[in-house]
């Protein structure tokens, strides 16, 4: 089976617009944290991150979905968080 990244990658974009109208997104989003820096979000604030990008295969689930802020989501990109703790390590390196 062939692998079509561009219409995983719309696909599941589409269910991410869904799940971010879901009552159990909702809820999330009340008492949100980043899951990188550990910051506690505004409600209004909260982003939505795929944890394994959904250009690297991931999917728009529950399991697979967490709260970011604006800041952490845009430094991640389309990295996996082990991708993301691997650079800040690395920064850290004299």
């Known amino acids: 089976m062939d692998f079509d990244k561009k ?10 617009k869904e799940l971010r109208k879901s009552r159990w997104w909702q809820t999330v989003c009340q008492s949100a944290t980043c899951y990188y820096c550990g910051i506690k979000i505004p409600p209004k604030e909260v982003t939505m991150d795929h944890i394994v990008p959904i250009s690297k295969g991931g999917k728009s689930t529950k399991g697979n979905i967490t709260t970011s ?21 690395d920064k850290l390196k004299p």
């Open 7 to 16: 219409k995983h990658v719309q696909k599941e974009r589409q269910l991410a």
């Open 69 to 89: 802020c604006h800041s952490c989501n845009v430094k991640k990109k389309d990295k996996t968080a082990a991708e993301l703790l691997i650079e800040k390590i």
